[in-house]
């Protein structure tokens, strides 16, 4: 299955601010079940700096600085994800939710 994501951040300011960082966590992560086919952030001012680097989870991450008087900014994230389906699991191959409080309970292991 393919899907096209899009979200957009609208941020309106009472008065103009000069100069703005944000922290984006906006990309989707590849993963065993999803491949990112491409992804893309596009904001609506020029940015002083941009740097794209993973968390401390693998999540892609973006630390956007700007630099220029505004009253309005605007983000928009566009993915193109594909996602695999997952195998079927039959609840009789899970533990019951009893045994698992347990082994939560006295973690041996």
């Known amino acids: 299955m393919e899907y096209l994501v899009r979200h957009r951040t609208t941020y309106r300011y009472l008065q103009d601010v000069s100069h703005s960082w944000h922290l984006a966590h906006l990309r989707p992560r590849a993963t065993p079940h999803q491949s990112v086919q491409d992804s893309s952030v596009t904001l609506s ?35 193109r994800v594909t996602v695999s389906p997952r195998t079927e699991r039959a609840s009789r191959d899970s ?8 082994q939560l309970e006295n973690p041996q292991s």
């Open 95 to 102: 533990l019951p939710w009893e045994e698992v409080r347990a």
């Open 45 to 79: 001012l020029e940015t002083a700096s941009r740097v794209l680097r993973e968390d401390y989870f693998a999540n892609p991450c973006e630390w956007i600085s700007i630099e220029q008087p505004h009253t309005q900014l605007e983000i928009l994230a566009e993915s």
